[in-house]
């Protein structure tokens, strides 16, 4: 199978490039990302693998489906990057790597929380200049608050037996609970109500959309720490500004950001910020940001090669007939729509 790999980094390659014969694959690397302007260029290849912030709406499917291309092969999780409606009709399909270390996502989450809560990022920054003053860095123990997780997949989870670790008291809410949850399941009105920390762990759908917006932050009691490691489109941006500016909250970590597409994974060290947003967010002193890193371990990057290289080996094996493991099908876009 010839696929067409966009949007590639020096850390996709080396797994790809060692696994890809044992899965009869050749692989096309693109520096850039995949949209209407760049679909053409994966023409001779019957297959697209495209990460997070490749635009893979109906205009670049279209393009794609006229120079023949039959499977849209994700190297993540979420799919909000797709027109899956627009795949359907097509005859394009999609596949995408449903899982892939949670621990991985789920550590990097509380990572983020410790480093919020305890000020780790503004500590290294003082001592690295040699200013060993400790006002200003006062936390707060986790032990014995309540941690809030919004989805409760694998990766949150394994965040709820971290938190567990830590001594926090767990609750959660989630559309299809999951009877072996270390925590208790509440409203989602109730879980923002309680929580001492809201960590997001669901997908970005219509449903999920800015779930956490003026309205419902303004719910959150104030002082609450939020994390989201899971797509930047599950928070209103302006409102999470505002409430940190009001200092509702006590901080954020965000490892995503709903306009991430036109910075995440680049160097613009160089460059003046031009996203008022972003610019923004990493003004205050107690937000951490991070960009799109919480999947990043030797054993996730791993995962994420074999997986998507046996979507694309279980397609070419179905010779385009019948479902295989982590298609998303018809019956699926019909479900979200």
């Not at 790809?16 to 209407?36: G, M, Q, S, T, W």
């Not at 053409?40 to 279209?62: H, P, Q």
């Not at 509380?110 to 920054?125: E, F, P, Q």
């Not at 797509?231 to 009001?246: E, Q």
Request: hydrophobic fraction near 40%; charged fraction near 25%.
């Amino acid at each position: 199978m010839k696929i067409a790999f966009y949007d590639v980094k020096p850390y996709d390659k080396p797994w790809f490039d060692r696994l890809a014969p044992e899965y009869d694959c050749e692989i096309k690397y693109l520096d850039y990302h995949l949209n209407v302007d760049t679909a053409r260029f994966s023409e001779t290849c019957e297959v697209v693998c495209v990460f997070v912030n490749d635009m893979v709406d109906k205009a670049a499917i279209d393009v794609l489906a006229e120079i023949g291309v039959k499977l849209i092969a994700l190297r993540c999780a979420g799919y909000n990057n797709v027109d899956l409606k627009s795949a359907c009709e097509a005859g394009i399909r999609v596949v995408r790597v449903p899982e892939y270390s949670p621990a991985a996502v789920a550590e990097h989450a509380m990572a983020l929380l410790l480093c919020v809560n305890r000020k780790i990022h503004r500590a290294y920054s003082r001592t690295r200049e040699n200013n060993f003053n400790i006002n200003g860095l006062i936390g707060f123990d986790l032990q014995g608050k309540t941690a809030g997780i919004i989805g409760t997949g694998k990766i949150g989870s394994a965040f709820a037996r971290i938190c567990n670790g830590f001594g926090m008291r767990v609750i959660a809410y989630d559309p299809s609970p999951d009877e072996n949850f270390v925590g208790d399941y509440f409203s989602l009105d109730e879980v923002f109500r309680q929580s001492d920390i809201v960590s997001l762990h669901c997908p970005l759908v219509p449903q999920t959309r800015h779930m956490l917006n003026g309205e419902t932050i303004a719910a959150l009691k104030d002082g609450v720490v939020i994390i989201n490691t899971s797509r930047g489109g599950l928070i209103d941006t302006p409102a999470l500004i505002n409430a940190l500016k009001s200092k509702k909250l006590y901080g954020a970590g965000l490892d995503v950001y709903e306009e991430e597409a036109d910075y995440f994974f680049g160097d613009y060290s160089a460059e003046i910020i031009t996203d008022d947003d972003l610019a923004r967010l990493l003004s205050f002193p107690n937000v951490v940001l991070t960009s799109h890193q919480a999947f990043f371990t030797e054993e996730a990057t791993r995962q994420i090669a074999e997986t998507t290289l046996k979507n694309i080996q279980d397609f070419s094996a179905s010779n385009n007939g019948g479902s295989f493991v982590n298609e998303i099908t018809c019956d699926n876009v019909k479900r979200l729509n």
